[in-house]
């Protein structure tokens, strides 16, 4: 099992309003399973094209190589003075652990969209668009931006909020999930005691649902990073 950043899981008073919020908006419910969504963007396995793109597979849904190696690209900079062959060595671990996060966050996108009340699209829908603002308010004040400079810095850097959507919404899904199950057991904890059930507790979840997961690791990637 791959280490989790529990750093990112504390919650003060806007992350539970937000927990909350994204409770009440999205619906979630232990009710009978959905489908896990794609999406247009993502690829499809049975693609040749998209196979030799495909790091691992999680019930079937592609993870693919551009996406690991964007997570692990803040580890692997660190890397960039080492000399060989260290550097290789390790920019295959950090790689690795990168895949191991990535399949974390995506057994978590999974198990919330399969718990999402069914024929509920709508409140699925209205989720995104609370998330796409607080994206779009944050890069705003973050830089002090109007709405048309918002726009043209994001076209200079090659992207949009809509490019940004598909990688980030799955995340940010797997993330609230993750803190709506934890919230319960942090009601009343201090600091600490918050930290140690965090982690017990994210590890537990992790472990539960790898232990009911189909993941397959693509030969392509294992002869790479091995």
């Known amino acids: 099992m791959s280490e989790i950043n529990v750093g990112t899981l504390t919650m003060g008073t806007r992350g539970r309003m937000l927990v909350a919020t994204s409770l009440m908006v999205a619906g979630v419910l232990l009710c009978q399973p959905t489908r896990a969504e ?23 849904r592609p993870i693919l190589e551009e996406d690991v190696i964007q997570t ?14 260290e550097r290789s060595e390790r920019t295959k671990t950090a790689r690795n652990n990168a895949l191991e996060q990535v399949i974390d966050l995506e057994l978590l996108y999974q198990d919330a969209m399969s718990h999402l009340s069914r024929g509920n699209p709508k409140a699925l829908k209205k989720l995104k668009e609370v998330w796409k603002q607080e994206i779009i308010s944050g890069l ?6 109007s709405d048309e400079e918002l726009k043209d810095w994001l076209r200079q850097q ?41 982690e017990r507790e994210t590890r537990r979840i992790i472990r539960d649902l790898r ?9 392509t990637w294992s002869t790479q990073n091995t």
């Open 38 to 60: 794609t999406g247009e963007q993502h690829c499809q396995a049975a693609s040749p094209a998209c196979q030799a793109r495909v790091a691992a597979t999680v019930n079937g």
């Open 72 to 85: 692990a690209r803040p580890q692997v900079q660190k890397l960039e003075r080492l000399p060989e062959p």
């Open 140 to 145: 705003k004040d973050k830089h002090g931006f």
């Open 158 to 198: 090659g992207t949009s909020v809509e490019g940004m959507e598909p990688r980030q919404w799955r995340k940010r899904l797997a993330d609230e999930y993750l803190r709506s199950r934890l919230f319960p057991l942090l009601r009343d904890k201090d600091q600490a005691q918050s930290a140690e059930i965090t």
């Open 211 to 219: 232990s009911r997961a189909v993941i397959e690791i693509a030969s």
